[in-house]
């Protein structure tokens, strides 16, 4: 895996502090941040829809791996250095 893409609720003040806190923190693995309400989410992911309807937490590897929930969460901290 060469990057990780984390797709959050922008609009969730939780999901925007984890976001900024996982931003600030040194990663292994490249992460680039996209909100749910991105106009481009869908044109990057065409099959996302189904998965940003439950409105959780989705972490994408540039392999094409869907994670969702605490198994996002979980390759979110595998991702960071510390």
Not at 6 to 20: M, N, T, W
Not at 54 to 74: C, I, K, T
Request: aromatic share 12%; hydrophobic share 45%; with cysteine.
């Amino acid at each position: 895996m060469n990057k990780l893409y984390i797709l959050y609720d922008a609009q969730d003040s939780l999901c925007s502090r984890c976001r900024e806190w996982m931003g600030a923190e040194p990663a292994l693995v490249p992460l680039e941040f996209i909100p749910y309400q991105a106009p481009e989410l869908t044109a990057k992911f065409e099959h996302i829809g189904a998965y940003v309807a439950m409105n959780r937490l989705l972490a994408v590897s540039d392999e094409g791996a869907v994670y969702e929930g605490p198994q996002a969460f979980v390759m979110c901290l595998y991702a960071l250095e510390n």
